[in-house]
């Protein structure tokens, strides 16, 4: 997907004009494209759209004028574009204890490194590769930037929506497996094609 420029922006009183509109859409969007992973990471599947919603928020939220600024929010925020035949995800791992975040979060040390998330194409897995700079030795982030480079012959597998596919996270701190309804399989299918 190509990344974003300025000119894929709105102006400032257009956005606020056609917010509401746009935010039922992206909403309508996203609904095929999350997805729980057990019961305390879930998966947000990204592209140009929902990245420019994110933008556009953003824009909106701090009131950002300067140009170098939403430059700076272009470029920070088209990192979560997927490339070339890889899909690109945003994992949030999911504390609604406030008393229990450090502990919850304790548990998902080292999920940004090795093969720990990831897709069950049939005998093949897709693991995911995770943005660095997330975690530290003492902490570790609750939002975590995936992706998930495919091949061709994987790109084929999850096309065949006769056969199951899942997303699986395999961590010392957390093992879950959720199944892919057909209707996300489409759209991440539009997001390699």
């Known amino acids: 997907m190509k990344p974003l420029t300025v000119q894929d922006l709105l102006p400032a009183d257009q956005y606020e004009r056609s917010r509401d509109e746009l935010?039922?859409?992206?909403?309508?969007?996203?609904?095929?494209?999350?997805?729980?992973?057990?019961?305390?990471?879930?998966?947000?599947?990204?592209?140009?759209?929902t990245v420019l919603f994110q933008i556009q928020e953003m824009i909106r939220?701090?009131?950002?004028?300067?140009?170098?600024?939403?430059?700076?929010?272009?470029?920070?925020?088209?990192?979560?574009i997927p490339g070339s035949q890889e899909l690109s995800a945003t994992l949030f791992i999911e504390v609604t204890d406030p008393t229990k975040v450090k502990s919850v979060l304790d548990r998902f040390h080292?999920?940004?490194?090795?093969?720990?998330?990831?897709?069950?194409?049939?005998?093949?897995?897709?693991?995911?590769?995770?943005?660095?700079?997330?975690?530290?030795?003492d902490k570790i982030s609750a939002v975590h930037y995936?992706?998930?480079?495919?091949?061709?012959?994987q790109k084929a597998q999850l096309a065949?929506?006769?056969?199951?596919?899942?997303?699986?996270?395999?961590?010392?701190?957390?093992?879950?497996?959720?199944?892919?309804?057909?209707?996300?399989?489409?759209s991440l299918l539009q997001d390699l094609a």
């Not at 490194?113 to 943005?131: A, P």
């Open 23 to 49: 935010r039922r859409r992206i909403i309508g969007l996203k609904e095929h494209r999350r997805i729980a992973v057990g019961d305390l990471v879930t998966l947000v599947f990204e592209n140009r759209d």
């Open 110 to 137: 080292g999920i940004d490194t090795g093969q720990t998330v990831g897709f069950q194409l049939g005998n093949q897995q897709v693991y995911g590769v995770f943005e660095q700079g997330r975690a530290k030795e």
């Open 160 to 186: 065949k929506l006769t056969e199951s596919i899942e997303i699986f996270i395999h961590h010392s701190g957390y093992q879950a497996r959720a199944a892919i309804p057909d209707k996300m399989r489409e």
């Open 61 to 80: 939220a701090e009131h950002i004028v300067a140009p170098e600024r939403i430059r700076e929010e272009l470029e920070s925020y088209n990192e979560q």
């Open 146 to 153: 995936v992706r998930f480079p495919f091949l061709d012959n």
